[in-house]
């Protein structure tokens, strides 16, 4: 009989708009721990267009750097033939809207420096919903 185990747990958010950062770390370490997985996977999905999810460094300098580059990258003022918000799209096609991390005994393996953020790149504040599968025995 396997111990494979499938365990789902989701997060709301209320973001403010363009362009804000949301630590989901402890909302990740979190749902691991519930779901009981000792080695396995823990998935984090954002199941929107105008929205990414990184691992990096949450430090305000960072940040403001990586907030500079999406601008610098994918300005607002151009000409888009998509209305309204098509640099936030075209932002978060850069970064995908998930990502995957190991659990290896019990331990979500993040980096010393490593968190989960989600990033808002839509023009205007939103309700969003992260998925946070855990599979593993």
Request: avoid cysteine.
């Amino acid at each position: 009989m396997s111990n494979f185990k499938v365990f789902n747990s989701s997060i709301n958010l209320s973001t403010k708009g363009e362009i804000e950062f949301v630590d989901l770390t402890r909302n990740v370490l979190d749902a691991a721990a519930r779901s009981g997985v000792r080695n396995g996977l823990v998935h984090i999905f954002a199941p929107h267009a105008t929205g990414i999810v990184i691992l990096t460094e949450n430090e305000s300098g960072l940040l403001e750097d990586i907030e500079r580059w999406l601008q610098e990258i994918i300005p607002k003022n151009r000409d888009y033939e998509h209305p309204s918000n098509a640099y936030a799209h075209l932002r978060s096609v850069l970064l995908p809207p998930d990502r995957t991390i190991p659990i290896i005994e019990g331990k979500v393996e993040l980096g010393t420096w490593q968190s989960v953020l989600f990033v808002e790149t839509d023009v205007h504040p939103r309700r969003r919903t992260v998925i946070i599968q855990v599979l593993g025995s």
